[in-house]
């Protein structure tokens, strides 16, 4: 099926979550990697430090995923309520995996243009990796629950993640369809409904 028109989905929103620590401990872990790679001098830390720095940071670094992960399904699930409600899209075939696949190889060049703009460059690494994640946790374990060879690794699992379900059905391609969305922060499209209030 091929759409002239543009359809608009819901848009994505994207929330932050509360970790102060986390900057700090994803630059001590990317410097510890390069150390413990031999790439910058580790000076008089050892191994042992040098190796749970880079844990610190990597947990983080899954901990952030996870949430992105968090609002990537909900907008995946709004998505599949919109094409649910209208019957030209009475497909069975679009599914989870249609609009997981649409968001990360074919992103609406306006959503690309944000997304650098906030500094995200491989955003198609990020949204696999925190759909990956999320399709095995329902809840951000607490510290010591993953195994340390899984933390630092996390994103070749999290890739492998992502493709199991990918690959689990047939699911229809809706690069043509027509759809596009808008993406914001959650404090940027709670002040543009605020807006939108005061004008009416």
């Given at each position: 099926?091929?759409?002239?028109?543009?359809?608009?989905?819901?848009?994505?929103?994207?929330?932050?979550?509360?970790?102060?620590?986390?900057?700090?401990?994803?630059?001590a872990s990317s410097r510890a990697s390069l150390m413990l790679q031999g790439l910058l001098p580790a000076g008089e830390r050892t191994t042992e430090e040098l190796d749970q720095a880079l844990i610190d940071g990597r947990y983080?670094?899954?901990?952030?995923?996870?949430?992105?992960?968090?609002?990537?399904?909900?907008?995946?699930?709004?998505?599949?309520?919109?094409?649910?409600?209208?019957?030209?899209?009475?497909?069975?075939?679009?599914?989870?995996?249609?609009?997981?696949?649409?968001?990360?190889?074919?992103?609406?060049?306006?959503?690309?243009?944000?997304?650098?703009?906030?500094?995200?460059?491989?955003?198609?690494?990020?949204?696999?990796?925190?759909?990956?994640?999320?399709?095995?946790?329902?809840?951000?374990?607490?510290?010591?629950?993953?195994?340390?060879?899984?933390?630092?690794?996390?994103?070749?699992?999290?890739?492998?993640?992502?493709?199991?379900?990918?690959?689990?059905?047939?699911?229809?391609?809706?690069?043509?369809?027509?759809?596009?969305?808008?993406?914001?922060?959650?404090?940027?499209?709670?002040?543009?409904?605020?807006?939108?209030?005061?004008?009416?």
């Amino acid at each position: 099926m091929t759409v002239a028109k543009t359809v608009k989905l819901p848009p994505l929103i994207l929330h932050p979550f509360a970790d102060a620590a986390g900057p700090d401990k994803l630059v001590a872990s990317s410097r510890a990697s390069l150390m413990l790679q031999g790439l910058l001098p580790a000076g008089e830390r050892t191994t042992e430090e040098l190796d749970q720095a880079l844990i610190d940071g990597r947990y983080c670094e899954i901990r952030m995923l996870f949430y992105v992960g968090r609002d990537l399904v909900r907008w995946i699930d709004q998505c599949l309520e919109y094409v649910a409600r209208h019957s030209e899209f009475q497909n069975p075939q679009i599914r989870y995996q249609s609009f997981a696949a649409y968001l990360i190889h074919n992103t609406p060049t306006a959503v690309q243009a944000k997304l650098r703009k906030w500094g995200v460059a491989d955003y198609k690494s990020i949204f696999t990796r925190a759909l990956g994640l999320n399709t095995m946790l329902a809840n951000m374990p607490e510290p010591g629950t993953f195994s340390n060879e899984f933390i630092r690794n996390y994103y070749r699992y999290a890739d492998q993640m992502f493709l199991c379900r990918q690959n689990q059905l047939l699911y229809a391609d809706i690069s043509g369809y027509g759809f596009t969305f808008d993406i914001y922060a959650s404090g940027e499209y709670s002040r543009m409904l605020e807006r939108e209030w005061a004008e009416n």
